[in-house]
């Protein structure tokens, strides 16, 4: 079979086989889930806990999965063995299926896509990056969602000004990125929002490893405060650690990378190596 190679519903498809239904409403409605992570040293990272969001993303706008946690695991594990890369990026969309009209779904249609794994260019975390904030919140916030039509709008204005993410504030309190987790450190504590927004994998990481050095809090964070903090960093699966210099016009911190944030990215990565996330250690 040609690479890459795709699941779809049943069965193994090359990526230039791999279709759905014009009429599911996934793509009708947008009613769909998914999750999204990466491999190192060949392994899936933290597909439980992946696996286990996607099935509450699920839940959450009532969409009900054919497959169990553990049968999308072995389908994971096949697709990394057939497709063989060195590294792969693993991405799982749950859509409704195709029902009686447009507003009813049918049998969820479950596509499992396998591509080389995505790299970020690495002087994102030599300089690090710049955000924007918009007034906004993401539909369901607690759900990824397949609904990214904010997040498409607003990268697509702001990305050619120079910033890297959009940062969603909602009644002046900062919720996450459109695809990535914030934090900030100040006076050596790790604060990050918790609330209305995606209870990140990289975040939850983050906030069990970053102790002794760090005391972490989870809360509501003001934007005041953001633009106040010493250190800021933004967390995803595809982007690890990365360091934030400047939201809007206002520098953070001195407008460089801080050691905390460097710390940070050095636990995260000591973590990744030591492997003991993985499956066979
Ligand atoms: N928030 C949103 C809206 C996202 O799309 C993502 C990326 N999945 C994250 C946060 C970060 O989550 P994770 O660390 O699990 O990739």
């Given amino acids: ?34 999750d999204y992570f990466k491999t190192y040293f060949g392994e899936p990272f933290h597909l439980t806990d992946h696996i286990q969001r996607l099935f509450r993303s699920a839940d959450l706008v009532g969409l009900k999965i054919h497959h169990s946690q553990n049968e999308i695991s072995k389908i994971v594990y096949k697709l990394i063995e057939k497709n063989n890369f060195s590294e792969s990026s693993i991405r799982i969309v749950v859509t409704g299926g195709v029902g009686t009209d447009s507003r009813s779904p049918g049998i969820p249609t ?16 030599t300089t690090g990056v710049k955000i924007k904030s918009v007034q906004d919140i993401r539909d369901i916030p607690l759900a990824k969602t397949i609904n990214y039509t904010h997040a498409i709008k607003y990268l697509s204005e702001f ?24 934090f900030i450190i100040k006076n050596n504590r790790l604060i990050t929002p918790k609330g209305n927004l995606l209870s990140g994998i990289t975040r939850n990481l983050i906030l069990s490893i970053c102790s002794p050095e760090f005391e972490a809090e989870e809360r509501e964070v003001t934007f005041t405060e953001v633009l106040a903090a010493d250190e800021s960093f933004i967390t995803s699966t595809d982007k690890e650690v990365l360091p934030v ?28 190596d030591s492997k003991v996330w993985s499956k066979s250690t």
Avoid at 9 to 29: C, P, S, T
């Fill in 159 to 182: 990305i050619p000004k120079g910033f890297f993410e959009v940062l969603y504030v909602f009644n002046d309190l900062i919720l996450e990125c459109t695809s990535s987790n914030i």
């Fill in 245 to 272: 210099v400047a939201i809007d016009d206002n520098q953070i911190g001195n407008g460089k990378i801080g050691t905390g944030t460097e710390l940070i990215m050095k636990k995260f990565r000591s973590y990744v």
């Fill in 110 to 125: 479950l596509i499992i896509y396998c591509d080389p794994r995505n790299e970020l260019d690495n002087k994102f975390y």
């Fill in 1 to 34: 079979m040609e690479k890459p190679i795709y699941f779809v519903q049943d069965k193994f498809v090359e990526k230039k086989n791999a279709f759905i239904h014009v009429n599911d409403i996934g793509l009708l409605r947008g009613f769909a889930v998914f």
